[in-house]
């Protein structure tokens, strides 16, 4: 079995900092892409922020020069490093890893369980 665990969200000021950590387990062989979504009340999931393999990354215009992606091979984690806040950054955020499983090298994504990020003053 394969298990995505983020951390970091809460309650932060307009113009504050979050930083958040998503960690896999389990039978992993590799893993490829790893990225961010959120989804506010009533709207649809979106990107935020993915990054390759390679270390390539991809933002939305939304929150491109304001957060940053990165990621640690070696403990298997992705992070997000959220900058200059704003209300409109308010979310449930989603991290996302097309995984590799060992064994049967299926590839497949898997989500994490999501964590609340609330931007309010």
């Known amino acids: 079995q394969v298990q995505l665990v983020e951390s970091g969200g809460g309650l932060v000021q307009p113009r504050g900092s979050l930083r958040l950590s998503c960690a896999a387990s389990?039978?992993?062989?590799?893993?490829?892409?790893m990225g961010w979504y959120r989804q506010a009340p009533g709207k649809q999931r979106e990107l935020v922020a993915v990054i390759g393999s390679g270390g390539n990354t991809n933002y939305a215009d939304s929150v491109n020069g304001r957060f940053t992606i990165s990621r640690d091979n070696a403990k298997k984690t992705v992070y997000l490093q959220m900058n200059s806040l704003k209300a409109e950054d308010t979310a449930v955020y989603y991290c996302?890893?097309?995984?590799?499983?060992?064994?049967?090298?299926?590839?497949?994504?898997?989500w994490g369980q999501g964590t609340q990020v609330t931007v309010s003053s």
């Open positions: 389990g039978s992993i062989f590799s893993i490829n892409a």
């Open positions: 996302q890893m097309r995984i590799r499983r060992r064994i049967s090298y299926a590839e497949n994504d898997y």
